[in-house]
């Protein structure tokens, strides 16, 4: 069965961390890019990070860089995001999804892998 299933997710002050997994199965995890997305209560799904299917090459959305890291380990078949000085506006659900052989697209409907999402809250 295919399945991505995140976890990590909670309730953070300001400033805190948190670090979300993505375990994948039913899959050849190495030959899928893998991204994680949000969506905030009103707002549009938005791409947050990918990292290649190799792990070489990681890609940011501007208003994450130098405060999250995503990074896979393909032993284990699972993506995480290390999330450090967060703020109330990174409060949304968090959802990775995988698309195999992918480029980094930033467009959720380029990834056939979806998990199901996690809640993150940062309050102020």
């Known amino acids: 069965q295919v399945q991505l299933v995140e976890s990590g997710g909670g309730l953070v002050q300001a400033g805190g961390s948190l670090r979300l997994s993505c375990a994948a199965s039913?899959?050849?995890?190495?030959?899928?890019?893998m991204a994680w997305f949000r969506q905030a209560p009103g707002k549009e799904r938005e791409f947050v990070a990918a990292?290649?299917?190799?792990?070489?090459?990681?890609y940011y959305v501007d208003p994450v860089k130098g405060r999250f890291t995503i990074s896979r380990d393909n032993g284990k078949s699972t993506v995480y995001l290390q999330m450090n000085s967060l703020k109330p506006e990174d409060t949304a659900v968090y959802c990775c999804?995988?698309?195999?052989w992918g480029s980094g697209s930033r467009n959720w409907n380029s990834y056939d892998l979806r998990g199901q999402g996690t809640q993150v809250t940062v309050s102020s």
């Open positions: 999804a995988g698309d195999r």
């Open positions: 039913g899959v050849i995890f190495s030959s899928y890019t």
């Open positions: 990292i290649s299917y190799g792990g070489g090459i990681t």
